[in-house]
């Protein structure tokens, strides 16, 4: 674990955009399922709630098989203390959970819409 007087500008950016990420991929899955202006489109919400929960799974398994495995410790201060481990298995798990309820969510919008424009077409039975 690197002290804070050691890191660098770039790891303070990298945890700027986790942070952004994490931030991001609830707030555009919110707006995809609850459709907060429902005349716009689909896409930027979508094209963010893609991105950010794409990152925060990529780069949270990444992490976790990188540090993770690491099994000789050589320094006491940079090694990976538990509660790491534990942020990056969050970032999995909220990333995996965005992208599997977006997905739920657009496949769940498009049999709606298929089911209205049946309806309003005069294709249904009874």
């Given at each position: 674990?690197?002290?804070v007087?050691?890191?660098?500008?770039?790891?303070?950016?990298?945890?700027?955009?986790?942070?952004?990420?994490?931030?991001?991929?609830?707030?555009?899955?919110?707006?995809?399922?609850?459709?907060?202006?429902?005349?716009?489109?689909?896409?930027?919400?979508?094209?963010?709630?893609?991105?950010a929960?794409?990152?925060?799974?990529?780069?949270?398994a990444?992490?976790?098989?990188?540090?993770?495995?690491?099994?000789?410790?050589?320094?006491?201060?940079?090694?990976?203390?538990?509660?790491?481990?534990?942020?990056?298995?969050?970032q999995?798990?909220?990333?995996?959970?965005?992208?599997?309820?977006?997905a739920?969510?657009?496949?769940?919008?498009?049999?709606?819409?298929?089911?209205?424009?049946?309806?309003?077409a005069?294709?249904?039975?009874?």
């Open positions: 674990m690197l002290l007087v050691e890191r660098s500008r770039a790891s303070m950016v990298l945890d700027a955009v986790v942070a952004a990420m994490a931030g991001a991929a609830p707030v555009a899955l919110l707006v995809l399922v609850f459709r907060i202006r429902p005349a716009r489109r689909v896409r930027v919400p979508l094209a963010v709630a893609w991105t929960a794409g990152s925060l799974f990529g780069w949270g990444w992490q976790l098989v990188a540090l993770g495995t690491t099994t000789e410790v050589t320094d006491s201060r940079r090694a990976v203390p538990g509660l790491l481990s534990l942020v990056q298995t969050g999995v798990m909220v990333g995996l959970l965005v992208l599997v309820v977006g739920v969510a657009l496949s769940e919008r498009a049999a709606a819409r298929k089911i209205t424009a049946v309806e309003s005069g294709w249904t039975r009874g």
